[in-house]
């Protein structure tokens, strides 16, 4: 097929890797970049080796592969092989090897050099999963260290060339125009009020019924997918409707991408395992929900989530482009135009959304002592990579040191996540390799066994299955098992089960139920899991969750394995501890002290703890005082009008702030043994005097005395937390004789004085004793007279000598003297 676009550019790929052992190349979906440039590389006098091209799907690793065969006139296996994780075909005549970008990173881990590589392409690098940004950054380290005559190829539709040019030192970039066929999108607007499948099926009977040619229709997942399929099955009888996704069956996945041999229409259903590489014989109609179904790693949950979002505008320019691969096409969009703009213009990459555990310990194998170094588009990110070493190093995979252990080696050598390879070789140790083995494949295979929540049913079923998916499982389930069974020879007795297994694997997610129904869940970890009360483990007591799916709090258990509790006592039971706890009870002001036996954040029992550490209640009592407030202490009112005191002359030895910063160096010493803050309003307001020198004593005493002498040799409390102000109440005889109002502090405050009769009742409150005498004084006088004719009421009391005496006690004591 000389007249692909790719043609035309393929002497100046060739010339290029000639001189330079990187090129990027960028050409659009259907010029055949895919199935036609790694044959050309074959004949150049450098491509001595094989050829490894890198899919990003099984599906499309496998038909590109017999693409490129057929094109040699022959079948897959001979010139031109591939290798997945479920089906492979190769020989020692292969020279083009076609394989998923996780093979390839297993490859360059056993063989660093690629010893017999030529060259290594990255098809379709623009989806920037994981694996193929990991692949990439081993290959150029490899390159620059072992390999120079190493050549590598960057290939995508869409990528941004410059940027991969530049972590290629400086690549050249080759760009084919393509060739153009019209492509008409028509906008069918969105309908939030009708499930997904039910408006997908209405717009491909639309477009069943105004177009020609075959349909291909894009949905978020599987069981999309089949719901839609059963719809118009009953609509269009005539149709041949065919799913396309990874749980497929190879034989219908080629029957989804090739034409009917009997020329009958199809109607092609995928996910987006069609977006990218394949080319779907005869469709030239595409039918696009607009909706991406992504794994996310939930940090929180620690499970990786299927998400479903709305696909990126790069992603919908991809399914629309399946439509003009060979001619004129028309695209369906269930969305409306004028929102298209506002979605995302690219998907993220997995490097930011997925699990890093796998890379971390890929590159500890690799023995990549600082990530960061390595050439990545976009590097991990700190802390998750930070995590993901963490939980390596519980799983025994890395030292101290983040170096890669025995345990950790054997670990990357099994093609599977580290969690489920330490289970492996746990149960290998036990002998139950192969067990182990297929239950990590069926929570890594989605549709083996069928559907459910339970694990141990679903191994039953997929036991006893027939087909070529299920049998390709079982034999690779096998040589798993013979591998874990080499790497971890047998040394310990006794089978575990299924679930002891699992919790191997994940033992934070060891659950526990929380309601009657088997509704609610508690894991070991602390999370929240909810589970469909009709399932068959619902009447569990305990699980071990192997998948979950849904937000973090309350995610809904899609595989688990059942745990009896004599499970959890005998094989669990290193995973329990037993755990001093101390709580801060509000209701009764006090710590209460527990010793709880706990599998995680599962509490199996608490009893009263008899000798609780002492330290740490009084160090729970100083943290519950930092963060309620010095409110929750028992303070007098001593205490509190030093405080107010303190505050007026402006202290910061007693300020609020100071006093919960330091809170350990004067409450600290009266809370020691203790398990509750009633240590006494005298023993609190001397600690908290005693936080002040001498010069501060004085300075409180100048600038807020704690009292006011009256001229009449009386004192009073002066109240500075008065809403006026410095406050004093005091008899109004006790002012006579003083013609100037008295003030506190600095500079000088006028002294808010509420005045009383002889009696205690109030008379007036004023900031200004020479006017209140001067002027409402004469009222006041009149009215006192009348209520209290034994005491003095004279007309100028500024003058009068001060006295709270009766006018006959006060004229026989001046007689006296």
Same mark, same amino acid.
């Given at each position: 097929?000389?007249?692909?676009?790719?043609?035309?550019?393929?002497?100046?790929?060739?010339?290029?890797?000639?001189?330079?052992?990187?090129?990027?190349?960028?050409?659009?979906?259907?010029?055949?970049?895919?199935?036609?440039?790694?044959?050309?590389?074959?004949?150049?006098?450098?491509?001595?080796?094989?050829?490894?091209? $890198?899919?990003?799907?099984?599906?499309?690793?496998?038909?590109?592969?017999?693409?490129?065969?057929?094109?040699?006139?022959?079948?897959?296996?001979?010139?031109?092989?591939?290798?997945?994780?479920?089906?492979?075909?190769?020989?020692?005549?292969?020279?083009?090897?076609?394989?998923?970008?996780?093979?390839?990173?297993?490859?360059?881990?056993?063989?660093?050099?690629?010893?017999?590589?030529?060259?290594?392409?990255?098809?379709?690098?623009?989806?920037?999963?994981?694996?193929?940004?990991?692949?990439?950054?081993?290959?150029?380290?490899?390159?620059?260290?072992?390999?120079?005559?190493?050549?590598?190829?960057?290939?995508?539709?869409?990528?941004?060339?410059?940027?991969?040019?530049?972590?290629?030192?400086?690549? #050249?970039?080759?760009?084919?125009?393509?060739?153009?066929?019209?492509?008409?999108?028509?906008?069918?607007?969105?309908?939030?009020?009708? %499930?997904?499948?039910?408006?997908?099926?209405?717009?491909?009977?639309?477009?069943?019924?105004?177009?020609?040619?075959?349909?291909?229709?894009?949905?978020?997942?599987?069981?999309?997918?089949?719901?839609?399929?059963?719809?118009?099955?009953?609509?269009?009888?005539?149709?041949?409707?065919?799913?396309?996704?990874?749980?497929?069956?190879?034989?219908?996945?080629?029957?989804?991408?090739?034409?009917?041999?009997?020329?009958?229409?199809?109607?092609?259903?995928?996910?987006?395992?069609?977006?990218?590489?394949?080319?779907?014989?005869?469709?030239?109609?595409?039918?696009?929900?607009?909706?991406?179904?992504?794994?996310?790693?939930?940090?929180?949950?620690?499970?990786?989530?299927?998400?479903?979002?709305?696909?990126?505008?790069?992603?919908?320019?991809?399914?629309?482009?399946?439509?003009?691969?060979?001619?004129?096409?028309?695209?369906?969009?269930?969305?409306?135009?004028?929102?298209?703009?506002?979605?995302?213009?690219?998907? #993220?990459?997995?490097?930011?959304?997925?699990?890093?555990?796998?890379?971390?310990?890929?590159?500890?194998?690799?023995?990549?002592?600082? #990530?960061?170094?390595?050439?990545?588009?976009?590097?991990?990110?700190?802390?998750?990579?930070?995590?993901?070493?963490?939980?390596?190093?519980?799983?025994?995979?890395?030292?101290?040191?983040?170096?890669?252990?025995?345990?950790?080696?054997?670990?990357?050598?099994?093609?599977?996540?580290?969690?489920?390879?330490?289970?492996?070789?746990?149960?290998?140790?036990?002998?139950?390799?192969?067990?182990?083995?297929?239950?990590?494949?069926?929570?890594?295979?989605?549709?083996?066994?069928?559907?459910?929540?339970?694990?141990?049913?679903?191994?039953?079923?997929?036991?006893?299955?027939?087909?070529?998916?299920?049998?390709?499982?079982?034999?690779?389930?096998?040589?798993?098992?013979?591998?874990?069974?080499?790497?971890?020879?047998?040394?310990?007795?006794?089978?575990?089960?299924?679930?002891?297994?699992?919790?191997?694997?994940?033992?934070?997610?060891?659950?526990?139920?929380?309601?009657?129904?088997?509704?609610?869940?508690?894991?070991?970890?602390?999370?929240?899991?909810?589970?469909?009360?009709?399932?068959?483990?619902?009447?569990?007591?305990?699980?071990?969750?192997?998948?979950?799916?849904?937000?973090?709090?309350?995610?809904?258990?899609?595989?688990?394995?059942?745990?009896?509790?004599?499970?959890?006592?005998?094989?669990?039971?290193?995973?329990?501890?037993?755990?001093?706890?101390?709580?801060?009870?509000?209701?009764?002001?006090?710590?209460?002290?527990?010793?709880?036996?706990?599998?995680?954040?599962?509490?199996?029992?608490?009893?009263?703890?008899?000798?609780?550490?002492?330290?740490?209640?009084?160090?729970?009592?100083?943290?519950?005082?930092?963060?309620?407030?010095?409110?929750?202490?028992?303070?007098?009112?001593?205490?509190?009008?030093?405080?107010?005191?303190?505050?007026?002359?402006?202290?910061?030895?007693?300020?609020?702030?100071?006093?919960?910063?330091? $809170?350990?160096?004067?409450?600290?010493?009266?809370? %020691?043994?203790?398990?509750?803050?009633?240590?006494?309003?005298?023993?609190?307001?001397?600690?908290?005097?005693?936080?002040?020198?001498?010069?501060?004593?004085?300075?409180?005493?100048?600038?807020?005395?704690?009292?006011?002498?009256?001229?009449?040799?009386?004192?009073?409390?002066?109240?500075?937390?008065?809403?006026?102000?410095?406050?004093?109440?005091?008899?109004?005889?006790?002012?006579?004789?003083?013609?100037?109002?008295?003030?506190?502090?600095?500079?000088?405050?006028?002294?808010?004085?509420?005045?009383?009769?002889?009696?205690?009742?109030?008379?007036?409150?004023?900031?200004?004793?020479?006017?209140?005498?001067?002027?409402?004084?004469?009222?006041?006088?009149?009215?006192?007279?009348?209520?209290?004719?034994?005491?003095?009421? #004279?007309?100028?009391?500024?003058?009068?000598?001060?006295?709270?005496?009766?006018?006959?006690?006060?004229?026989?004591?001046?007689?006296?003297?």
């Amino acid at each position: 097929m000389s007249d692909l676009p790719i043609h035309s550019v393929l002497p100046d790929l060739l010339a290029a890797l000639r001189q330079r052992e990187s090129a990027v190349l960028i050409a659009p979906p259907g010029a055949g970049k895919t199935t036609a440039v790694a044959p050309a590389l074959l004949a150049e006098p450098w491509c001595t080796g094989q050829v490894i091209v $890198l899919s990003p799907r099984r599906v499309a690793a496998r038909a590109a592969a017999e693409r490129m065969a057929e094109m040699l006139g022959e079948e897959a296996g001979g010139t031109i092989g591939y290798v997945t994780r479920l089906d492979s075909r190769r020989s020692a005549r292969t020279r083009v090897l076609v394989v998923t970008e996780a093979i390839f990173v297993a490859t360059i881990l056993d063989d660093p050099e690629l010893s017999g590589v030529s060259a290594v392409l990255f098809d379709e690098a623009h989806e920037r999963h994981l694996d193929s940004d990991l692949g990439l950054a081993l290959a150029v380290e490899a390159q620059g260290v072992l390999r120079e005559d190493l050549r590598i190829v960057v290939m995508s539709a869409t990528i941004d060339g410059s940027r991969f040019a530049a972590l290629l030192g400086d690549a #050249p970039v080759i760009e084919s125009e393509g060739k153009a066929h019209p492509l008409a999108i028509r906008w069918l607007g969105a309908r939030p009020d009708a %499930k997904v499948e039910v408006a997908m099926a209405s717009a491909i009977q639309t477009a069943w019924r105004e177009e020609e040619g075959d349909i291909l229709a894009f949905l978020p997942g599987v069981a999309q997918i089949e719901r839609t399929a059963e719809t118009l099955a009953e609509r269009l009888p005539q149709a041949l409707i065919l799913p396309l996704h990874g749980q497929v069956e190879p034989g219908g996945q080629r029957a989804a991408i090739r034409r009917d041999p009997s020329g009958r229409r199809r109607i092609v259903l995928a996910t987006a395992i069609a977006e990218t590489s394949l080319t779907l014989d005869g469709v030239s109609v595409v039918v696009d929900a607009g909706l991406s179904r992504r794994a996310e790693f939930d940090k929180a949950a620690g499970v990786t989530r299927l998400v479903t979002t709305r696909a990126s505008q790069a992603s919908a320019a991809q399914r629309a482009g399946r439509a003009a691969r060979q001619g004129p096409g028309v695209a369906y969009r269930l969305w409306e135009e004028a929102s298209h703009a506002g979605r995302p213009a690219f998907d #993220p990459p997995e490097m930011v959304t997925s699990d890093l555990a796998p890379l971390a310990l890929t590159l500890a194998q690799w023995g990549a002592g600082d #990530p960061a170094t390595m050439a990545w588009l976009d590097p991990p990110p700190a802390a998750a990579m930070a995590a993901a070493q963490g939980a390596l190093a519980a799983l025994g995979a890395l030292d101290k040191d983040r170096r890669i252990t025995t345990h950790g080696r054997a670990m990357a050598k099994l093609p599977m996540e580290p969690a489920l390879a330490h289970m492996l070789l746990f149960a290998a140790e036990r002998g139950q390799a192969e067990e182990a083995a297929r239950l990590a494949l069926l929570l890594q295979e989605r549709g083996l066994g069928g559907r459910g929540e339970d694990l141990a049913r679903r191994l039953d079923r997929w036991a006893s299955e027939r087909g070529s998916r299920a049998e390709a499982s079982r034999k690779l389930a096998g040589r798993w098992a013979r591998m874990a069974e080499r790497l971890a020879p047998r040394g310990r007795a006794g089978e575990v089960p299924t679930g002891v297994l699992l919790a191997e694997a994940f033992p934070d997610r060891i659950a526990r139920a929380r309601s009657v129904s088997g509704e609610e869940w508690l894991s070991s970890g602390g999370r929240g899991y909810r589970l469909d009360p009709a399932s068959p483990l619902a009447t569990a007591r305990w699980l071990v969750i192997g998948d979950a799916q849904g937000e973090a709090k309350g995610a809904r258990i899609t595989a688990a394995a059942a745990l009896e509790e004599s499970d959890v006592t005998r094989h669990l039971a290193h995973r329990v501890e037993e755990r001093h706890t101390l709580s801060w009870n509000a209701a009764d002001g006090r710590v209460e002290a527990r010793l709880e036996r706990r599998l995680g954040a599962i509490v199996l029992a608490r009893v009263p703890d008899p000798a609780p550490d002492a330290e740490a209640a009084a160090r729970l009592l100083i943290d519950e005082v930092r963060s309620r407030g010095l409110d929750l202490l028992p303070l007098g009112e001593g205490a509190k009008a030093l405080l107010v005191r303190a505050g007026h002359a402006g202290l910061a030895a007693l300020s609020d702030a100071a006093l919960l910063d330091d $809170l350990e160096a004067w409450l600290l010493p009266l809370v %020691k043994g203790r398990r509750d803050l009633a240590v006494g309003a005298g023993r609190l307001h001397d600690a908290l005097l005693g936080r002040l020198d001498w010069n501060e004593r004085q300075m409180l005493d100048k600038l807020a005395p704690a009292e006011f002498r009256s001229p009449a040799g009386t004192s009073h409390a002066i109240d500075y937390g008065h809403e006026g102000g410095p406050c004093v109440e005091l008899r109004v005889q006790a002012l006579f004789g003083i013609d100037r109002h008295p003030c506190v502090g600095q500079p000088p405050r006028p002294l808010l004085l509420s005045l009383t009769s002889p009696g205690g009742k109030p008379i007036q409150t004023t900031a200004d004793l020479p006017g209140f005498w001067r002027g409402s004084w004469k009222d006041v006088c009149k009215d006192m007279k009348g209520r209290y004719p034994k005491h003095r009421w #004279p007309d100028e009391p500024w003058s009068e000598d001060p006295s709270l005496k009766t006018k006959n006690a006060f004229n026989a004591q001046k007689g006296r003297t």
